[in-house]
């Protein structure tokens, strides 16, 4: 409760990570956020993904996010 646990994977994607994000929102409803919000240069292409919440909300979570990266790495 006194911290925050994060992640900040790369993406390995052709569109940028602002882009990637509203899409991720808009299939999944899943909401994380761009890389480029957090003072990334832009084109790095990251995303950060907070961990509070119910293990079993991350894994449903995660599971969207890897449907979607699988979408658009193929």
Do not use: C, N
């Not at 990251?46 to 909300?57: C, D, K, N, S």
């Amino acid at each position: 409760p006194l911290a925050a646990f994060y992640a900040f994977p790369r993406l390995s994607i052709r569109e940028e990570d602002e882009e990637f994000v509203r899409g991720l929102i808009r299939a999944t409803g899943v909401i994380v956020v761009h890389g480029s919000g957090f003072g990334e240069a832009r084109g790095t292409r990251h995303f950060r993904v907070v961990f509070l919440p119910p293990e079993g909300i991350l894994r449903d979570a995660l599971m969207l996010i890897r449907k979607h990266l699988e979408q658009h790495t193929s």
